[in-house]
């Protein structure tokens, strides 16, 4: 078993916290799993933490719905841990409150009257700083020993448009509170997050919206001096032809009558038949070349941001617990943990 304090992932050496974004749709929870259960494996305990209160970690692990506690939820290949955290803004500001003011009593009776609104109102920004908070605790967190409790948390977090403001507010906040336990919080968080023991990782599709919002995102992030980390490319689909058939496939030169006459020898079909099928089949080919064209000058375009990528299969099954650990295991094996 790793020692503890052992750094959990190759690929970034000293990172704790593993920030994941992505634009909606390319499965961004998923992959904020899978990494997780890659991170425990071989006996180490990790945080999957979430922040939209989508339930998202418990409906990809086929849980009932996550209370705001740290939950065991999985054990990662070779004996590992994983916990997760459903974070709730207003229990979150209940553990402010008794952190800072020891108020929790008077809090609980405040967030009733609505003060987490209030206080989101007052200060834009400020329910960022209670998760990002919450967070950024738990990848601080020791034991009595010493030693870290958990050796990497995973944030599941809001989408690329949103995510350098989301890991930013600190600076705001921090404007707006320049002294007292505000900032002394606000100081805490980004002393985390913009630290090398934060990376931020963005999971995208090799179509041109969710990789162009992924370039946007890595620019936005950089300019914002946080930590970059790598880019997952969700649900790749293998090809299936050989470069050659495909090239020819692009140039319109993909010869029909040869398709018919290897049909023929088949003995699939004859006749107009077989010549419909080929025709048919030809069309796919086509689609099929098009498609991988376009997919090889996204991940042209991806790897002009200089970050390490890693692909990840599409699952024929969709995602269900066997799929996600298969993910996993693809992400080890690639070296991301």
Excluded: C
Excluded at 124 to 148: I, Q, S
Excluded at 191 to 208: D, I, Q, Y
Excluded at 297 to 312: K, P, Q, V
């Amino acid at each position: 078993m790793d020692s503890p304090d052992r750094d959990p992932t190759p690929a970034w050496a000293g990172v704790r916290l593993h920030v994941v974004t992505g634009k909606g749709g390319t499965g961004k929870t998923t992959v904020a799993a899978a990494l997780a259960l890659a991170l425990a494996a071989g006996g180490r305990k990790v945080l999957l933490v979430e922040v939209e209160g989508r339930q998202g970690i418990a409906q990809i692990f086929d849980r009932p719905p996550l209370p705001y506690e740290e939950r065991k939820i999985a054990v990662a290949p070779s004996g590992g841990d994983v916990y997760a955290l459903a974070i709730d803004p207003e229990e979150a500001m209940l553990e402010y409150m008794e952190m800072f003011y020891g108020m929790r009593r008077a809090g609980r009776a405040l967030t009733k009257m609505g003060i987490v609104d209030f206080a989101t109102t007052v200060a834009p920004g400020f329910r960022d700083v209670l998760v990002t908070g919450k967070t950024t605790e738990a990848v601080r967190r020791r034991a009595k020993n010493g030693r870290r409790v958990y050796d990497a948390v995973v944030l599941d977090a809001p989408p690329t448009g949103r995510i350098t403001r989301f890991l930013n507010v600190t600076e705001e906040v921090a404007g707006l509170a320049r002294v007292g336990p505000i900032k002394n919080h606000s100081d805490l968080v980004r002393g985390v997050v913009k630290s090398p023991e934060t990376a931020v990782h963005f999971v995208t599709l090799l179509e041109e919206m969710p990789v162009q919002e992924t370039l946007d995102g890595i620019a936005e992030s950089r300019a914002a001096g946080l930590p970059s980390g790598g880019i997952f490319i969700n649900m790749v689909r293998e090809s299936l032809l050989p470069q050659a058939a495909l090239d020819t496939a692009v140039k319109g030169r993909f010869d029909v009558g040869e398709l018919v006459l290897g049909l023929k020898a088949a003995g699939v079909t004859d006749g107009a038949e077989a010549t419909a099928m080929a025709e048919a089949l030809a069309d796919e080919v086509a689609e099929h070349a098009h498609r991988t064209e376009l997919e090889r000058t996204e991940r042209e375009s991806l790897a002009a941001a200089g970050l390490t990528s890693f692909e990840l299969p599409l699952l024929a099954d969709g995602v269900d617990l066997a799929g996600l650990y298969e993910l996993a295991e693809s992400i080890r094996t690639q070296g991301a943990a």
